[in-house]
């Protein structure tokens, strides 16, 4: 799985360039987790929660995520420098 921007596809690219953009004027600190993925990357997310152990992460088989056209990103908040995937904090609602 990647991490880096420059996976995205140009178009996307810009749209995520400017959410970025937004959310630094807000305060709002972030890290992108996953931008492309590959094939057996998606599978093994799909079948975590239904054939692996785990919760279930995607509705998504291989070919049907965005993930693998470089139109997608998966992103935390940072709460005081700390990964927040409680969902509770205000900036999740920003």
Do not use: Y
Not at 19 to 25: G, N, T, V
Not at 56 to 74: E, L, M, N, P
Not at 80 to 90: E, I, N, Q, V
Request: with cysteine; hydrophobic share 35%; glycine share 8%.
């Amino acid at each position: 799985m990647s991490r880096s921007l420059d996976d995205l596809r140009p178009e996307f690219r810009t749209k995520v360039d400017l959410w970025r953009s937004d959310l630094a004027a807000a305060g709002i600190d972030h890290i992108i987790t996953c931008t492309l993925r590959s094939r057996t990357e998606q599978d093994a997310l799909w079948e975590q929660g239904r054939s692996t152990p785990g919760p279930v992460v995607t509705h998504a088989r291989a070919g049907q995520s965005a993930h693998q056209f470089g139109c997608a990103i998966d992103f935390c908040i940072l709460t005081h420098g700390k990964l927040d995937w409680s969902g509770t904090s205000p900036a999740w609602n920003a």
